[in-house]
């Protein structure tokens, strides 16, 4: 029984030594991913499926909104883009509409790839 115990210790060290760039870009990761997941259960007729990969998306939005720093100007452009994406989540879900999704994902398949330049160019030697 120690394997489990070990393994959440390992992701729990693994994500606090991440720079908030790492960590931002794991979110974007598995909000994609959750987009994906959601589109696929909706195609397949899979209701229950689909609300609970797009509320798992939609729950990763509400932290990234949540998180957003207003001391920085970029905050003025970023929480619109936000806001988008959650509104555009829930419309997906509730409309149980796969063509949603199919126009959101490129979108923050563009938005991961942005956060992903700018950590490496952050973090660049």
């Known amino acids: ?3 489990p115990n070990s ?3 390992y992701k729990t060290q693994s994500i606090s030594t991440m720079t908030p760039g790492e960590l ?3 979110l974007f990761d598995e909000l994609v991913k959750r987009a994906k997941q959601g589109e696929i259960a909706i195609k397949a007729g899979n209701v229950e499926g689909a609300n609970d990969s797009l509320m ?3 729950d990763i939005v ?3 909104t949540a998180t957003l720093n207003d001391d920085y100007e970029i905050t003025k452009e970023i929480k619109p883009l936000y806001d988008f994406f959650y509104q555009q989540l829930v ?3 509730t409309k149980k509409n796969a063509d949603i999704l199919e126009a959101l994902i490129p979108m923050l398949e563009d938005m ?3 956060w992903k ?5 952050t973090h660049k030697k």
């Open 1 to 3: 029984m120690a394997m």
């Open 7 to 9: 393994y959440q210790q």
């Open 24 to 26: 931002l870009i794991i």
């Open 56 to 58: 798992r998306a939609q």
């Open 62 to 64: 509400r932290y990234l």
């Open 91 to 93: 419309m997906a879900n």
């Open 112 to 114: 991961r790839e942005t």
């Open 117 to 121: 330049q700018t950590e490496r160019l």
